[in-house]
C-alpha cells in the first residue's frame, strides 16, 4: 500500500507563504501523478493542484493560480505545493494523493491519500 505524508502546514497571516510537502515510504513517486487537494470545515474536499509523473504538466484551480505552485523533485520522492499570497479562505486541510495516469483535479480519480496538514491563515 503506498503510504503518502504530508507536511509543512502551520498558521500564518494573511499574505504569507508556506511550503507543503508530500513524501513517500517505500515507494517511488515517479510512476504517479500527484494531486494536491482541500477541505474546509463544512466544505467539499476539492482539487487544488496536480503535476503529471514526469512534472511536465500542471494544473490548477482557479482560485489559486498565481499563487501556489506544484513541483516535484523525483530523486527525493517528494512533491511540494509553494502557496504565496495566501488568503483566510485557503484556510483548510490539504492533502495529497496519488494516482497512476493523467494528473487530474477530480479528487475520486485518485486512491491513495495522506492523512493530511492544517494550514490555517489568520491574523
Known amino acids: 500500500q503506498l503510504q503518502l505524508v504530508e507536511s509543512g502546514g502551520g498558521l500564518v497571516q494573511p499574505g504569507g507563504s508556506l511550503r507543503l510537502s508530500c513524501a513517500a515510504s517505500r515507494f517511488t513517486l515517479n510512476y504517479y501523478a500527484i494531486g494536491w487537494f482541500r477541505q474546509a470545515p463544512g466544505k467539499e474536499r476539492e482539487g487544488v493542484s496536480c503535476i503529471s509523473n514526469s512534472g511536465g504538466s500542471t494544473n490548477y484551480t482557479d482560485s489559486v493560480k498565481g499563487r501556489f505552485t506544484i513541483s516535484r523533485d523525483n530523486a527525493k520522492n517528494t512533491v511540494y505545493l509553494q502557496m504565496n499570497s495566501l488568503k483566510p479562505e485557503d484556510t483548510a486541510v490539504y492533502y495529497c494523493?496519488?494516482?497512476?495516469?493523467?494528473?487530474?483535479?477530480?479528487?475520486?480519480?485518485?486512491?491513495?491519500w495522506g492523512q493530511g496538514t492544517q494550514v490555517t491563515v489568520s491574523s
Open positions: 494523493a496519488a494516482r497512476f495516469g493523467t494528473a487530474t483535479l477530480i479528487k475520486t480519480s485518485y486512491r491513495h
